[in-house]
């Protein structure tokens, strides 16, 4: 079982910054590919980034690329999201995911067994 913590969320204005952080904990495993996703209301829960346990190779959906940063730090076992320019439209709870599937970096939050409570972000114009 592995145990996911966000923080880090909170009220910024549009082109503002936030590092979101996620803490690990449990039978965390190096082969296992970390990710943000995000829920706004009323939409569904969307991939946002994601990223090698071993600080390999990282994926992004379009509308954060340039202005996201997935990294992890193994000593440690956090994973963060570092969002620069922040706009409106990043307003939702984000949620730290892990998949023990090392095979696969996938954008499917069926993909994922393991799950953070979720931390909100909400942006001011």
């Known amino acids: 079982q592995v145990q996911l913590v966000e923080s880090g969320g909170g009220l910024v204005q549009a082109g503002g910054s936030l590092r979101l952080s996620c803490l690990a904990s449990?039978?965390?495993?190096?082969?296992?590919?970390m990710a943000w996703f995000r829920q706004a209301p009323g939409k569904e829960r969307e991939f946002v980034a994601a990223?090698?346990?071993?600080?390999?190779?990282?994926y992004y959906t379009d509308s954060v690329k340039g202005r996201f940063t997935i990294s992890i730090d193994n000593a440690k076992n956090t994973v963060y999201l570092q969002m620069t320019n922040i706009k409106p439209e990043d307003t939702a709870v984000y949620y730290c995911?892990?998949?023990?599937?090392?095979?696969?970096?996938?954008?499917?939050?069926?993909?994922?067994?393991?799950w953070g409570q979720g931390t909100q972000v909400t942006v001011s114009s």
């Open positions: 990223i090698k346990w071993r600080a390999g190779p990282t």
């Open positions: 995911a892990a998949d023990w599937n090392s095979l696969r970096m996938s954008v499917l939050s069926t993909d994922y067994a393991y």
């Open positions: 449990g039978r965390t495993s190096n082969s296992y590919t």
